[in-house]
């Protein structure tokens, strides 16, 4: 048995290597078969009379009149101008080729071109075994901690723009979110209990509206119905606070409605300009469930503490929170850069640190605008006003678009208020991109970027907006050869038009010349073989 499991390994690997020959070969084995598949082409072309097909053919091309090649030019010109307007189109839309794409997915697995699943599911451990590759969620999709109220907020945008802030897929997430926080024992599901996780999941906003009153006719208790009413119903930030005061007496001992409520709270005191109020209840709520930092409420203290200029504060909750040990977002990161930079953005001036270099503090700047920028780049453009911003989803992605539009719609006003923070920012932000390898195969203080963002955020923002993407993608190759084909054939078809005589002049040149090789090939091929051994090929 042993001498069985000893010799196993040393098979494989001859299988390997016999395979590893194999693939290496095919390529030199497909060019002798080519140019044996020529040979007895040129050998045969008595029998099959190439000769006289070639003479009819010309006979044929040289009848044609110079209409017929404009009309062939200009067809090939606008059937590939149409190809390539739907190659931009589908490269816009959705990112890559479309015939890329339909190669890679249909035409690769029939030429029998499929990765090994070996090399990408396992790797190897130091005693030379394979073990799973333990998945990595680059692309996870979060709870925006600072996300806005339907009714108050988003349904207003609606009514004046007629444009949907949210996607359906964002709306799904949050309903099978609060089905989560809200279903509560499902050993001891009331009545209500039913009524509210069907509401989660209406599509349609009044359905749940309805249900949700539906829920407290059953029990005027009912606080995940009042939660309802104050997200969706309440048109107000005022109302949508009392149905959550309303929602926080009916709580009972949930912490998972008594954490949602409290928080929500909070944040109707931010916005109501109660801001010391909402710091205290925010402190509060993170002390007597240090738990749940999850729920990142840390980030809505930073962004009410920025809002009362206490920087000492900030910098107090991100030493607490900026560790290597725990996640990173965009508010944890552009925060600190922003506490940096405002302690020298003041008197910060390119063309002086350029004559003199960088000091210690404004060296200390950059680097955090730096580690910011590596950790999102999308979100300078939008503090800068690059880019026009919209409302923020309801969830985010790590690293994505939409954590950059999130982070910059509540944190552009604080970066307007360090006076020079932004001109600092302007100036330094791209020279990320030159410490970063390249092609992103590594960070250089994160993990590489990860290439799943886009899709995601696609997923997560409204149609209307352009989605922000990095690394730039280069055209695709069928794009840039659609582009040329179409611009040759149409520069053929003009001047067929105008210089007939010259193009057909021109053509005949070019013909000759490609089939001069062909010609010089046959001759020595005749003058090598003798004439008998021809004959007998003919003859056969």
Same mark, same amino acid.
């Given at each position: ?11 494989? $690997? ?32 008595? *029998? ?55 190669? !890679? ?16 599911? @396992? ?29 108050? %907020? ?8 007629? =444009? ?10 949050? +309903? ?21 996780? =069907? ?72 916005? @109501? ?30 962004? +009410?503490?920025? %809002? ?8 107090? !909750? ?31 001036? *390119? ?14 700047? !950059? ?53 020079? +923070? ?8 791209? $020279? ?21 963002? %886009? ?86």
């Amino acid at each position: 048995m042993e001498d069985a499991t000893s010799t196993n390994p040393q098979s494989l $690997g001859f299988t390997d290597k016999l395979k590893s020959w194999l693939s290496w070969s095919w390529t030199y084995i497909c060019a002798v078969w080519f140019a044996m598949v020529l040979t007895m082409i040129y050998v045969l072309r008595s *029998p099959l009379k190439l000769q006289d097909t070639l003479t009819s053919a010309s006979v044929f091309l040289n009848t044609l009149t110079p209409k017929f090649y404009v009309a062939l030019t200009g067809t090939s010109s606008l059937i590939s101008g149409l190809i390539l307007i739907f190659e931009w189109w589908y490269f816009r839309k959705y990112g890559t080729s479309f015939i890329e794409q339909v190669s !890679v997915s249909h035409l690769r697995p029939l030429l029998g071109g499929v990765e090994s699943s070996s090399t990408t599911g @396992l790797f190897s451990s130091v005693n030379g075994e394979a073990e799973p590759r333990p998945s990595v969620s680059e692309c996870k999709v979060w709870r925006n901690p600072l996300n806005l109220f339907r009714g108050a %907020e988003y349904s207003r945008y609606t009514w004046v723009t007629g =444009k949907e802030p949210l996607t359906y897929y964002d709306m799904n997430l949050s +309903a099978q979110d609060h089905q989560t926080f809200f279903t509560g024992d499902t050993q001891q599901i009331k009545a209500e209990d039913t009524v509210m996780q =069907k509401a989660w999941r209406e599509r349609n906003p009044q359905a749940r509206i309805r249900a949700a009153y539906q829920a407290i006719e059953m029990n005027h208790e009912c606080a995940a119905a009042y939660v309802l009413l104050a997200e969706e119903e309440a048109t107000t930030i005022t109302e949508a606070e009392r149905l959550f005061k309303q929602a926080l007496r009916s709580a009972g001992k949930d912490i998972n409605l008594l954490v949602y409520i409290k928080r929500r709270l909070a944040m109707c005191a931010r916005k @109501l300009g109660r801001i010391k109020e909402a710091v205290k209840m925010m402190r509060d709520l993170m002390k007597e469930f240090p738990l749940l930092g999850m729920l990142n409420i840390h980030e809505n203290l930073l962004e +009410a503490l920025l %809002e009362l200029q206490a920087y000492a504060d900030v910098q107090a !909750v991100l030493a607490k929170y900026d560790d290597i040990s725990l996640p990173k977002s965009a508010t944890i990161c552009y925060t600190s850069a922003l506490l940096k930079a405002r302690a020298v953005s003041e008197k910060f001036s *390119p063309e002086a640190a350029s004559r003199r270099g960088l000091s210690t503090a404004e060296m200390n700047a !950059v680097e955090a605008i730096h580690r910011a920028v590596e950790f999102n780049p999308h979100v300078p453009k939008y503090l800068l006003e690059m880019k026009s911003l919209i409302l923020p989803p309801e969830h985010i992605l790590k690293r994505g678009d939409s954590e950059a539009v999130a982070y910059a719609f509540f944190h552009l006003q604080h970066w307007k208020r360090a006076e020079g +923070a932004l001109n600092l920012l302007h100036c330094t932000w791209e $020279g990320t991109f030159r410490i970063i390898p390249y092609p992103l195969e590594k960070g250089h203080l994160f993990y590489p970027y990860p290439g799943c963002t %886009e899709t995601a955020d696609r997923e997560l923002l409204p149609t209307f907006h352009e989605v922000s993407v990095y690394p730039k993608k280069e055209l695709p190759f069928f794009i840039l050869f659609t582009a040329g084909l179409c611009s040759f054939t149409a520069m053929l078809a003009m001047l067929t038009h105008q210089f007939p005589e010259l193009m057909g002049v021109f053509v005949k040149a070019f013909f000759s010349t490609l089939f001069t090789p062909l010609g010089f090939f046959a001759d020595k091929m005749e003058s090598f073989m003798p004439s008998s051994f021809w004959h007998q090929l003919t003859r056969i």
